[in-house]
């Protein structure tokens, strides 16, 4: 089984709803992160959570929200989706090591489509 | 401003020679740089950590360089093998906050 999972895989929506993307983990990990993808701009950071209590803004928050339910979950909701806000979403995990320098492990991509 | 940059041209190769991948930056003074993997419709794959301090870091056919007076990390797959097909990206640690921020990636395909 994925050690990382996200569910939708998949998703077209309309503009203006509200859409949740779920990450899942059973890595064990505390730090979760999410990302988005676009073509020929890289993966950029929206949110990210150290621990359970802990919640802060990427580089591109606004529009989005989350939630840290468990240590095991993350969710990314998007309060009124823009068309602009389709996109490729990653989640990810890591686990801080001793210094600097903990590898992120990816789920598999929710394909965001709204129109 | 704050910049990571790859060669968004896909390299193309032919099998068995050496892919080399090139990550530079600018105004950024991070404490390490990792290469990641990533395959159409999957999410990155962590390859390969360099600190700071290191010049070379080895991993079976791969070898990543960490210049930090010239901002740049090359990377390289010796032997190359049409599996070795996917786009590689280049992250590096933005402030000391374990946050990272990636390159747009560079796309090689291995011709076999």
């Known amino acids: ?115 | 401003s704050q910049k990571i940059e790859q060669n968004s041209e896909a390299l193309n190769i032919q099998e068995g020679k050496t892919a080399t991948l090139t990550c530079n930056y600018t105004n950024y003074s991070p404490a390490y740089l990792q290469w990641y993997r990533q395959d159409p419709g999957r999410g990155p794959v962590f390859l390969l950590l360099i600190r700071e301090n290191e010049k070379e870091k080895r991993k079976e056919r791969l070898k990543v360089t960490f210049d930090t007076t010239l901002k740049q990390s090359l990377f390289h797959i010796t032997a190359s093998q049409p599996a070795d097909s996917a786009t590689y990206l280049c992250a590096l640690e933005a402030d000391s906050s374990y946050k990272l921020i990636f390159g747009s990636g560079t796309r090689l395909l291995v011709r076999p």
């Open chain 1, 1 to 115: 089984d994925a050690d990382v999972t996200q569910t939708p895989r998949n998703r077209i929506t309309k503009t203006g709803k509200r859409i949740m993307l779920e990450c899942s983990q059973t890595k064990g990990h505390d730090r979760m992160y999410w990302y988005r993808q676009d073509p020929g701009l890289g993966l950029r950071l929206i949110y990210y959570s150290f621990d359970v209590k802990d919640i802060n803004k990427g580089e591109i928050s606004d529009g989005y929200s989350v939630s840290r339910q468990a240590q095991a979950k993350f969710s990314l909701s998007l309060e009124s989706a823009i068309p602009n806000q389709t996109a490729l979403y990653f989640c990810a995990t890591s686990e801080p090591t001793s210094g600097s320098g903990d590898e992120q492990f990816f789920g598999p991509g929710t394909r965001l489509t709204v129109l």
